[in-house]
């Protein structure tokens, strides 16, 4: 029988047995949407090369796709009668720009003939040209042998692939029935109800998580998810910071962690609609430094606490990183609106509602 995902597969190397054991009770209650973050960044890190080249690539990784305007297309996928064309108007209804589409349904003829049910094992276009793949399940069933292989084949086109579990809310009993899913398909699961508008928040989320360059077109095109779109932003680069951490390096991991916090902060400016000029450098600024005694305050504790230096690394790496980046949301989200529009980069943004 497939086994869940190990998260900490690629990190395991880095601290002791009793380390990971304490981070895997934590992941296990962590939700899905979470997990697949943590699981995006951990990936990151190359499987080969020294401790220095990986938090460099980390730190990579964070800043990956910060400037990029381009739009991306996500493709809706998954057996008939599973809720696509619910979740499709659920997503586009709220849609800001209705004449430049992101996401579209792919029709089930062209998945039949692609998934071997048709005699033409074509790869249909949407696939083709698609940045995200959403595969779209009917929560209320098991996961059959079918849908397996479905996933396998699409799992193969070397595209992100989010699993969605629809109708989440006529199920008795949602958790378990997201557990033994992410068991047998081996991957996360995002569990949605087109009911339950929080479930839609998290899925935005994720596909910000899945393709980088889903920021800008999905914090343009839906203005009332930008704040959620960068709460998703600052959890990912908590884990950085976090993995940073734990990772022994012959040098400082202070500046690391300040190339990834200071990543993230751009990240939200971008969001909503806002470049980091001098002026706003120098209000942010305190913020960053501020940093400085925290990490003072870890060398403490770690030189009293020896056995759990890595521990407290870790905490107190990913804990000031996530205080950091919401205090970065709240700054843009209800401070930046008083900014003069024109300091805006992205001009419309700027004649938007930047409300959460």
């Known amino acids: 029988m497939p086994m869940e995902p190990d998260l900490f597969a690629r990190v395991r190397d880095l601290g002791s047995p009793e380390l990971f054991e304490f981070l895997e009770?934590?992941?296990?209650?962590?939700?899905?949407?979470?997990?697949?973050?943590?699981?995006?960044?951990?990936?990151t890190l190359p499987q080969e090369g020294d401790n220095l080249q990986r938090v460099l690539e980390l730190v990579r990784a964070q800043w990956k796709d910060l400037q990029s305007d381009?739009?991306?297309?996500?493709?809706?996928?998954g057996p008939g009668r599973t809720g696509k064309n619910s979740l499709f108007r659920a997503l586009t209804s709220r849609q800001d720009h209705p004449g430049r589409?992101?996401?579209?349904?792919?029709?089930?003829?062209?998945?039949?003939?692609?998934?071997g049910y048709d005699r033409q094992?074509?790869?249909p276009e949407e696939l083709v040209s698609a940045d995200v793949i959403l595969l779209v399940l009917d929560g209320r069933y098991g996961i059959s042998d079918a849908t397996?292989?479905?996933?396998?084949?699409?799992?193969?086109?070397?595209?992100?692939l989010l699993v969605i579990l629809n109708k989440i809310d006529l199920v008795d009993d949602p958790g378990e029935t997201a557990r033994e899913a992410r068991r047998l398909l081996n991957t996360s699961i995002f569990t949605v109800s087109v009911m339950q508008p929080e479930t839609i928040n998290r899925l935005l989320k994720g596909i910000v998580a899945a393709n980088s360059r889903a920021l800008y077109p999905l914090s343009q095109t839906f203005p009332e998810f930008r704040?959620?779109?960068?709460?998703?932003?600052?959890?990912?680069?908590?884990?950085?910071?976090?993995?940073?951490?734990?990772?022994?390096?012959p040098v400082s991991d202070l500046l690391p962690m300040t190339a990834i916090q200071t990543a993230m902060i751009l990240k939200i400016a971008r969001a909503f609609?806002?470049?980091?000029?001098?002026?706003?450098?120098?209000?942010?600024?305190?913020?960053?430094?501020?940093?400085?005694?925290?990490?003072?305050?870890?060398?403490?504790?770690?030189?009293?606490?020896?056995?759990?230096?890595?521990?407290?690394?870790?905490?107190?790496?990913?804990g000031w990183t996530y205080l950091l980046g919401h205090a970065a949301v709240l700054y843009f989200d209800r401070l930046a609106r008083f900014v003069n529009h024109a300091e805006t980069d992205i001009p419309y943004l700027s004649q938007v509602s930047t409300r959460g």
């Open 273 to 318: 609609g806002f470049s980091i000029n001098r002026s706003r450098a120098r209000e942010l600024l305190p913020m960053l430094a501020a940093g400085g005694l925290i990490r003072e305050a870890s060398h403490r504790l770690r030189v009293r606490f020896p056995n759990q230096k890595k521990l407290i690394g870790v905490t107190v790496g990913g």
């Open 227 to 249: 704040k959620t779109i960068c709460n998703g932003i600052v959890s990912q680069a908590s884990f950085g910071s976090a993995l940073v951490a734990l990772i022994p390096i």
């Open 121 to 123: 094992p074509a790869v």
């Open 101 to 115: 589409p992101i996401f579209s349904i792919v029709d089930t003829q062209g998945l039949d003939e692609f998934l």
């Open 25 to 43: 009770k934590i992941a296990r209650v962590l939700p899905d949407e979470l997990r697949y973050r943590l699981k995006h960044v951990i990936d």
């Open 70 to 77: 381009e739009w991306i297309r996500i493709a809706i996928v």
């Open 148 to 160: 397996v292989e479905m996933h396998r084949k699409l799992s193969r086109l070397g595209k992100p």
